[in-house]
Each structure stands twice: as C-alpha cells, then as structure tokens.
C-alpha cells in the first residue's frame, strides 16, 4: 500500500543581500522569477505520492516512468471556455463536450509521471535545504522537474473538467452564483490530483466527484452563514424574485426530459420488468390523451400487485434500476 510522504523542514539558511539569495559566482545566477520560485518550494510544504518505482536505481525508474509507457493523450479544452458564458440549464442539456475518458492503466501511467516529478523536487529541495548556499545548477534542475509536474497536473485537470460540469449539473443549489460554483469545483479537482493514489487501483473520477460535491456542500454552508450575518431588511424595491424556482423548475423539467429519453430508447439496458416497474412508480412514458389528468405515481403494493410480485420485490427490482438509469444519466454527460 503506498502512502503520502509530507516533507517538512526548516527553512534554509540562506544568506540574503538586499532580499536575494545568495548564488554560487562560479554559475550563472538564477533570474528573480527563478529565485522566487526555488525559496518557495524550499519554505513551503511540498509533497508526492510515493510508489515502489522510486525506489529503483534511477535510469530503471525513468524508463519505466517515461520512456517504456504508454502515451496519455492530452485533452481538447476548447470546448470550455464557450461553456462557461452559458447558463446552466444550457450546460444541464449539453450532451457532447469532447472531453476524453483515460483508461485506468493510463491514469496509473500519468499520476506515476506526476509524483515521479514531484519525487525528483523533493529530493533535491533537501539537498538545496542542507547546503549553505543555493547551488543553481542543482536549482535549474529542481525547476525542471517542478515545471514538468504542473505541466502533469494541469494534464490531468483538463482531462477530467467535465467532472465539474457533471456535478454542478446534478447539485439543486441554485442560490449559489454559477461561476462561482465552477470555480470551487475546478479548485477541489487540483487538490485532488495532489491527493490521489492511483497505486489503491481505484478510477480517479471516483475520488475526484467526491470532494467536487463535498466542495459544492462547503460552499453553500459559507453562503448561509453569510446571509445568517447579513441580514437584509424587507424593502418592496428589492422584494426576492421567482429567479430561485424558476431554476429549480429547470433542472426538474431536464431530468425528466433526460430520464423519459433513457426509458424509452432503452439507453440503461432495463429489464422488461424493470422499466415496468419504473414508470408505474414515478408515472413516466405513460400517454395521456388530451384534457385527461397527468397519472399518478403508484405505490410499492400497487404496482406488486399488477406484476404479480410482492412489495418487497418490487422494492429491490426498483433500486437496482435507478441505479441502472442514474449511471446511464452521469455517463451521456461525461461521453
């Protein structure tokens, strides 16, 4: 089992004229963007995930890492930025965002690159730490790395925006400012790509669409402890608009669209009895002629005793097909 190894040190000592390192006079001094970068990974907490690789002789290592791996394909984000400057009951009907899927074996291949990097910036931040002076070959060298794992991370995020997309396009916090849900979203998909583990053999979405929702859950936690504080008093001029139901009307009236259209083509390959079962409990893809009422859904023992079966049975067949219809509805979103 692979753990998170957290490198704390104190920071080095560090000799300072007029508030910049010292460098070596026998090397080509670093530029201020350079020494910027190098005291801060030297001061802050910078971390990996460890693995069995690292501890391989080093050309060994690379060439399992890097060279014998299989290639990762590298996501096409044009499609986001037209997404976000529309609203989100457009996005919620959006079908194709020509964002890409990776397989399991290359998210193992690219989060071992990642942390690979970030292993190769810790070890030489230790020895830039123990030194007392700042050796600035052994700097460019840490820069490298440090520049090849953010160009991973940010791989990884882009590969996996529209999990942001799915889960804000399933949250019913409509008082919360779209832009800034996404925002939040697309922060806590960063630090869970600094936390994953691909070595436990999970997928990453799994990881990452839990901490999106816990992200969207403090969110609207630190939007109702605004309000609670700031109060507004009642004035007829700024009297709350019907903007909140109206939203809410929305995303009710796209699930149903997307669900009528799932039951009917058949698209989470339900059961006869399934789909039987599914549209006398919630009254979908029933026609109704015209003037005639909407139907109503159907109790548990009602519907047992159309299909023969007990309450208890009709229960089970229930819950095994929305979870059928639930992982077709996240899957349309994400292919």
């Known amino acids: 089992m692979t753990t998170t190894l957290t490198r704390r040190h104190s ?33 802050e907490k910078y971390e990996y995930i460890d693995s069995e690789v690292f501890d391989l002789p080093e050309k060994q290592a690379m060439r399992e890492v890097f060279t014998d791996a299989e290639d990762v394909p590298k996501p096409d984000t044009t499609w986001y930025h037209p997404v976000m400057d529309r609203s989100l009951s457009d996005i919620r009907r959006s079908k194709n965002n020509g964002s890409i899927l990776l397989t399991a074996k290359q998210e193992r291949v690219i989060f071992l690159q990642y942390n ?8 030489l931040r230790d020895q830039l730490q123990q030194a007392r002076s700042i050796d600035p070959d052994v700097a460019r060298e840490m820069l490298e790395w440090y520049r090849k794992a953010d160009a991973l991370r940010h791989q990884i995020a882009h590969t996996n925006l529209a999990l942001v997309l799915a889960m804000a396009k399933r949250t019913r916090m409509s008082e ?17 790509v600094d936390k994953f583990d691909a070595g436990r053999g999970f997928k990453f979405s799994t990881y990452a669409c839990r901490a999106i929702i816990k992200a969207f859950s403090r969110q609207g936690l630190k939007l109702s402890k605004h309000r609670q504080m700031f109060p507004t008093d009642f004035d007829p001029k700024l009297e709350r608009s019907n903007h909140a139901e109206i939203k809410r009307q929305e995303h009710e009236q796209d699930c149903v669209s997307e669900l009528r259209d799932i039951i009917q083509r058949n698209k989470a390959d339900l059961s006869t009895i399934e789909r039987e079962v599914i549209e006398h409990r919630f009254a979908v893809n029933k026609p109704v002629a015209e003037g005639e009422p909407e139907p109503k859904p159907l109790t548990l023992e009602q519907v047992g005793k159309i299909i023969g079966v007990t309450k208890e049975r009709v229960r089970q067949i229930q819950n095994k097909a929305l979870v059928k219809l639930r992982d077709t509805m996240e899957d349309d979103f994400l292919i």
């Open 11 to 43: 920071p080095l000592d560090q000799v300072q004229t007029r508030g910049r390192t010292h460098m070596s006079a026998s090397s080509r001094p670093l530029s201020l963007d350079d020494e910027a970068t190098v005291r801060r990974l030297i001061t």
């Open 176 to 192: 919360v400012d779209f832009a800034d849900l996404i925002s939040e979203g697309n922060m806590a998909l960063l630090r869970a």
């Open 116 to 123: 690979y990097c970030r292993m190769r910036v810790c070890v």
